[in-house]
């Protein structure tokens, strides 16, 4: 058994609609952000990975597992589904306990897995012995991401598990993937609320329309777009006469001032000569810049550099 | 530079036969169908007739509580095939009423609420799904069937002054093949319908009207074409027929209207044939929504 997800040439129609379309994908392990638009593809490239659809043509391999060996594959993916479902007039731990026995594990095993899943997602036992009826949205996604990692998978898959969270509940689950992802899991994630996510992905995945666009270390993926103008914002004591001499040395093709007044964020075609000329211009002492930082590297600017106005929105 | 302890333990212990965790999924299909009072006021109605036959048969075989009752007579009370036949028959189209309420509950909460690709991403597949939930509709519908009939089957036996259950005993066989050919047939018709109707109400109607609706074609066909073959589209009394069959009673309808066992056995298949078919073009894993 290998420690990667790979997709060779994979493609999946459903009858004359593309789901994805001619995917090659090597995942290692770590946590992977997946990005695109609704109706790009994410959840049809979820789903192949989970062996929940087959691909039209091509081939996925998990961990050196096919889908076709349903009972090593799936006790080896966990699966949160964006969908807020649960069966009628269960408690949380029925959930969670009849969800491990679907994995096929006893009973005991099962109550065991459970606790400790439950104390992962940080829910207290007296809640899951509620009914999942009387649940707030914060604690059915708990319980539902209680219920992926429960029979400790190697290939976590979650589908928008920030929905409905409480800024506190985002951060804990934000920490759990962390840590997830550094003990060595793979965990594959799509969120729309890129900004959190960005944090702590070690890489990304852009895809729109069914094809993969770019794939990689977000920051890589950022130096294989340096033709597209790239956003600075520079915090100086006097960001209008910066913006005028950037301007006056023609690398800047737009600027706008920080609201606070004290910054300005700058859009540059060629970042390299963009921070010599910065440079020249610190020494000079005609401006005292505080920061530097860049203001656009992450995967949702990214992504609406490399597919445009056509994407759509995220 | 982070140096991370990769410490993360998978599961490597054993697992449960494949076959077992079909049960996890009957106990949700019964959770759902008894979640609801309607179920249990379904199910107690269901059970009404077996306790007037169970009456009926302890009168027949007590002659002091006969006349205590005015001296009812023993035509009256014969405990015979078509005693039970008639039984057979009510429980059966009852379990029919009860299967129309359950199915849609079992499916149509699941592709409404896009639970499978939740449930499907366990080691269970296509088939197990199906399977556990045709098992909560099975279990459930033989505690109104051919339970109760092999319970009053037995109790004859055991009230009869004269030895009557051993020369008896196709009653008991055919009741028992009866009722499981037709919980068979109306729990994958009501799985398979279910799984097309978004609403359950309307799938609970369209079941009663896949039986009624062609039944009442076939009556017609019968009568204006003057052919025994209409009946083959009448769920009814190709059902009659068998069960009269199973139970060595005669048939009041004319031989010449008889339909050859070996035709409803295949229409019988036909419609399962066709119910399979249908739940395996719905029951799939693919998302309805696309992100």
């Known amino acids: 058994m290998n420690d990667l997800i790979v997709f060779e040439n994979v493609s999946k129609f459903y009858g004359e609609v593309l789901g994805v379309n001619r995917v090659s994908l090597t995942i290692p392990p770590g946590i992977t952000t997946l990005v695109g638009p609704n109706g790009s593809g994410k959840t049809t490239l979820m789903n192949l990975l989970t062996g929940l659809v087959q691909p039209s043509s091509g081939s996925i391999s998990v961990m050196g597992l096919s889908s076709r060996d349903a009972n090593k594959f799936f006790a080896t993916v966990g699966y949160c589904t964006q969908f807020d479902f649960f069966?009628?007039?269960?408690?949380?731990?029925?959930?969670?306990?009849?969800?491990l026995m679907l994995y096929g594990m006893?009973?005991?095993?099962?109550?065991?897995?459970?606790?400790?899943?439950?104390?992962?997602?940080?829910?207290?036992?007296?809640?899951?012995?509620?009914?999942?009826?009387?649940?707030?949205?914060?604690?059915?996604?708990?319980?539902?991401?209680?219920?992926?990692?429960?029979?400790?998978?190697?290939?976590?898959?979650?589908?928008?598990?920030?929905?409905?969270?409480?800024?506190?509940?985002?951060?804990e689950a934000m920490a759990l993937f962390e840590a997830l992802g550094r003990q060595g899991i793979?965990?594959?994630?799509?969120?729309?609320?890129?900004?959190?996510?960005d944090r702590i992905a070690d890489r990304v995945v852009l895809i729109t329309g069914g094809y993969l666009i770019a794939e990689g270390n977000i920051h890589q993926v950022r130096q294989e777009v340096r033709e597209k103008p790239m956003q600075v914002l520079v915090r100086c004591d006097r960001p209008e006469a910066l913006a005028s001499k950037m301007f006056a040395m023609n690398h800047c093709v737009e600027a706008r001032l920080h609201p606070d007044g004290k910054g300005i964020?700058?859009?540059?075609?060629?970042?390299?000569?963009?921070?010599?000329?910065?440079?020249?211009?610190?020494?000079?002492?005609?401006?005292?810049?505080?920061?530097?930082?860049?203001?656009?590297?992450?995967?949702?600017?990214?992504?609406?550099?490399?597919?445009?106005?056509?994407?759509?929105?995220? | 530079m982070s140096i991370y302890k990769h410490h993360y333990r998978v599961y490597t212990g054993r697992v449960t036969p494949i076959w077992t965790r079909i049960f996890a999924?009957?106990?949700?299909?019964?959770?759902?169908?008894?979640?609801?009072?309607?179920?249990?006021?379904?199910?107690?109605i269901c059970l009404i007739p077996p306790v007037g036959s169970l009456f009926t048969i302890y009168l027949s075989n007590n002659p002091a509580a006969r006349l205590l009752m005015g001296n009812v007579g023993t035509r009256v009370l014969a405990i015979d095939g078509s005693f039970f036949l008639r039984v057979l028959t009510i429980q059966s189209w009852l379990a029919m009423a009860l299967a129309s309420w359950i199915a849609p509950r079992l499916i149509t909460l699941d592709l409404v609420d896009n639970a499978l690709p939740i449930l499907l991403s366990h080691s269970i597949?296509?088939?197990?799904?199906?399977?556990?939930?045709?098992?909560?509709?099975?279990?459930?519908?033989?505690?109104?069937?051919w339970v109760p009939c092999l319970l009053l089957f037995a109790y004859q036996g055991y009230a009869s002054p004269v030895p009557w259950a051993?020369?008896?005993?196709?009653?008991?066989?055919?009741?028992?093949a009866g009722a499981l050919i037709w919980i068979a047939l109306i729990s994958l018709l009501g799985l398979a319908l279910s799984s097309w109707v978004k609403w359950r109400a309307v799938a609970t109607g369209i079941i009663f009207a896949v039986i009624l609706v062609p039944a009442g074609v076939g009556a017609i066909v019968t009568g204006v074409l003057h052919t025994k073959w209409g009946f083959l589209l009448n769920v009814p009394v190709m059902m009659s027929f068998l069960w009269e069959r199973l139970l060595g009673v005669h048939s009041r309808i004319d031989n010449a209207l008889q339909l050859p066992t070996r035709a409803i056995v295949t229409m019988l298949a036909l419609a399962c044939c066709l119910s399979m078919v249908m739940l395996n073009t719905?029951?799939?894993a693919r998302e309805v929504v696309r992100g």
Do not use: C
């Not at chain 1, 069966?87 to 969800?99: E, H, N, Y």
């Not at chain 2, 020369?167 to 028992?176: A, E, F, W, Y």
């Open chain 1, 265 to 314: 964020f700058l859009r540059t075609g060629d970042v390299d000569q963009f921070y010599s000329i910065l440079n020249e211009i610190a020494t000079e002492g005609i401006v005292k810049i505080e920061a530097v930082a860049p203001a656009d590297d992450d995967a949702n600017a990214i992504y609406q550099y490399l597919i445009g106005s056509e994407g759509g929105t995220l």
């Open chain 2, 125 to 145: 597949s296509r088939f197990g799904y199906v399977l556990g939930k045709y098992a909560a509709l099975f279990a459930t519908l033989s505690t109104v069937t």
């Open chain 2, 282 to 284: 719905r029951i799939r």
């Open chain 1, 87 to 99: 069966p009628r007039d269960i408690t949380g731990w029925q959930f969670l306990v009849d969800s």
């Open chain 2, 166 to 176: 051993a020369s008896n005993l196709r009653i008991g066989v055919g009741m028992l």
């Open chain 2, 25 to 44: 999924l009957a106990r949700y299909g019964l959770a759902e169908a008894w979640s609801t009072k309607i179920t249990t006021v379904l199910f107690v």
């Open chain 1, 106 to 171: 006893s009973k005991l095993t099962a109550i065991q897995l459970a606790e400790e899943s439950l104390q992962r997602v940080q829910l207290d036992k007296t809640a899951a012995w509620r009914k999942i009826d009387g649940y707030s949205k914060g604690m059915r996604q708990k319980i539902r991401l209680a219920q992926a990692i429960a029979h400790r998978p190697r290939v976590l898959v979650l589908d928008e598990p920030l929905n409905g969270l409480d800024p506190m509940a985002r951060a």
């Open chain 1, 186 to 197: 793979h965990l594959i994630i799509s969120s729309h609320v890129l900004d959190e996510v």
